[in-house]
């Protein structure tokens, strides 16, 4: 029997259960549990149906987040699903990953003390349930094109671009330069927020609707972007960014200093199965060592909880601002500290110290001053506050960058910004070379899976666009 919305009054929040921190420490399964239907049912139920619905305005792609979520309260869930995906091209994995505390959840309109509607796993459960009823589809045109589009790179935005171009009858070939599909969505975000068979069955279901994969191919190195362009009618580059931010700090180069990404890559390695030396020799496995982790955004927790799960002896993450501050999803900083995570707040590193390899970070405290020209409060260091953390295992989880592509593809008429992302044009999404498009962090900086997923979306249009009126050109001419 379907419900009523509006059940915020009488219903109280309530999110999937969570598994015991002991329990989730010791393997990579996810931290929740799957909804059951008649939960799902009840917590979409307290939904208000307003009449601006924020949460769909915070949303990145806008997803129609009031209406599946009323025709799940209904039982109509192969519709809610329908809807979901006319606007997402993964919500599976937008339940999973995406910061809800920060975008649709967090600004539910329902007022404080109601608590917001729990969008994210309503989402999760919907998708699941529309995967095991075989309801998700391959990518099938209603009528082929000839033209071919060539996508570098597999993360969010070229595969969101991919399917939206198949769909549109454009044969698809993606280029990457790793051995699976995905992105950082296979090998950057860890087993317990994302397992990797739900990243593997959609690049199975676009390989199965027609789209191309070329995988251990570098663009620069085994294929050069000139050659993509004589191949292809346009091309899109979607290579994300790689490029992980240092820190000038004495010892900084000491062995046992490591990158976030090498880090994770490396435990997502290894969790698939594969041969990973650095991970079997210790240089990227944290079990028994003192890990500190420097930064406080997604990809430092991903860092400090994939070290619990590894066995380090004491894993605390240090960051320069307060945990008000913290750029990360809450969430993840809750579940980090459940599972024994220490945090070091207002504490930024000052040295490294070691002989043959690190053996302490030395940090200072730091406080909030004024804020800057953004709107964020300054963080200065406090004298004489310096304190000594043991670590044989630090990770650098500072942000990334942008490869230099314009070097890396031989193309020096790529432009770049003074970060390093490509320049567009930003209603066609093209950057100065003629029917080159970018997307994603590429173009951005590094971002959220759901936003790559807009952006991929995006500019799947504007190719399109592009295509068709060559061919109207051509005809012009022709005539």
């Known amino acids: ?29 996810e931290v929740y549990r799957p909804f059951v239907a008649e939960a799902a049912t009840e917590q979409a139920s307290r939904c208000s149906q307003c009449g601006v619905p924020f949460c769909q305005v915070h949303c990145p792609l806008n997803n129609n987040i009031p209406d599946w979520l009323k025709l799940t309260a209904e039982g109509r869930l192969e519709e809610a699903y329908e809807v979901a995906s006319a606007t997402n091209n993964f919500p599976e994995i937008c339940g999973r990953v995406c910061p809800q505390d920060r975008l649709c959840e967090g600004n539910c309109v329902i007022e404080k003390g109601f608590e917001a509607v729990t969008i994210g796993a309503v989402e999760k459960y919907i998708t699941d349930t529309a995967w095991e009823n075989g309801w998700v589809k391959p990518p099938k045109p209603v009528r082929e094109r000839p033209e071919s589009i060539g996508i570098i790179g597999a993360g969010p935005a070229g595969m969101a671009a991919a399917e939206r171009l198949r769909v549109l009858g454009f044969q698809v070939v993606i280029y990457d330069r790793h051995d699976r599909a995905g992105g950082l969505m296979i090998y950057g975000i860890p087993n317990f927020k994302l397992e990797k068979d739900v990243v593997v069955r959609r690049w199975h279901q676009y390989a199965e609707g027609g789209i191309e994969f070329r995988l251990n191919c570098a663009v620069g190195r085994d294929i050069s972007l000139g050659e993509l362009r004589r191949k292809h009618a346009a091309v899109l580059i979607a290579t994300g960014v790689y490029k992980a931010r240092d820190i000038a700090a004495p010892g900084a180069d000491l062995p046992g200093v490591v990158a976030a990404l090498d880090y994770l890559i490396a435990s997502n390695r290894k969790g698939l199965g594969d041969a990973v030396p650095a991970f079997d020799s210790g240089a990227l496995n944290a079990e028994g060592r003192h890990v500190v982790v420097i930064g406080g955004g997604d990809t430092a927790m991903d860092c400090v909880r994939t070290a619990t799960r590894q066995g380090a002896a004491s894993v605390t993450c240090l960051y320069r601002r307060d945990k008000a501050n913290m750029p990360g999803s809450m969430r993840e900083v809750y579940n980090a ?143």
Do not use: C
């Open 1 to 29: 029997m379907a419900e009523k919305m509006l059940q915020f009054v009488r219903l109280a929040q309530h999110q999937p259960d969570k598994r015991d921190a002991t329990d989730r420490r010791a393997d990579w399964n």
């Open 337 to 479: 500290e459940e599972e024994g995570v220490r945090f070091a707040w207002l504490a930024a590193p000052d040295a490294f110290e070691g002989k043959a390899k690190v053996e302490a970070v030395r940090a200072v405290r730091m406080h909030l001053g004024l804020p800057d020209a953004t709107g964020r409060q300054q963080v200065e260091p406090i004298a004489g506050s310096d304190f000594t953390l043991k670590a044989d295992l630090v990770i650098k989880a500072l942000g990334f960058d942008p490869e230099d592509l314009p070097v890396m593809f031989d193309e020096a008429a790529l432009s770049v910004t003074r970060w390093g992302t490509l320049k567009v044009d930003h209603r066609s999404m093209m950057t100065a070379l003629p029917g080159v498009f970018a997307a994603g962090d590429i173009l951005r900086g590094a971002s959220l899976v759901v936003w790559g997923i807009r952006d991929g979306r995006d500019v799947a249009e504007q190719i399109a666009a592009f295509v068709e009126a060559g061919k109207s050109s051509i005809a012009v001419a022709a005539e």
